[in-house]
């Protein structure tokens, strides 16, 4: 059974740093574009940074531009989130999702997802 599993969310103060920890099992995930989403209560969910299977490849939403870093270790079929001077805007349920083929933004192109880990930003 394929299964996604995040965690390393938390409360952190605003300016801190949470570094997220995606870890997919089930398949062998290298070759697959891994995806971190968040959500909000009431608002649809948001893409926040992609990697392709290669790692070559990153892509993020502008507003986490410069404070957020995705990585994977394929040796491990784990994806991370760095994220780094975080703000109270940053809170959300974050996901990890994993598709085949080319990096994607949409939510629709994903075929596999975590169960979502809260990340909360205090100002």
């Known amino acids: 059974q394929v299964q996604l599993v995040e965690y390393g969310g938390g409360l952190v103060q605003a300016g801190g740093s949470l570094r997220l920890t995606c870890v997919a099992s089930?398949?062998?995930?290298?070759?697959?574009?891994m995806g971190w989403f968040r959500q909000t209560p009431g608002a649809v969910r948001e893409f926040v940074a992609v990697i392709s299977w290669s790692g070559r490849r990153t892509s993020y939403v502008d507003s986490v531009k410069g404070r957020f870093t995705i990585s994977r270790d394929s040796a491990k079929n784990t994806v991370y989130l760095q994220m780094n001077s975080l703000k109270p805007e940053d809170t959300a349920v974050y996901y990890c999702?994993?598709?085949?083929?080319?990096?994607?933004?949409?939510?629709?192109?994903?075929?596999?997802w975590g169960q979502g880990t809260q990340v909360t930003v205090s100002s």
């Open positions: 089930g398949r062998d995930f290298n070759g697959y574009t």
């Open positions: 999702a994993a598709k085949e083929g080319l990096v994607g933004r949409s939510s629709y192109e994903y075929d596999y």
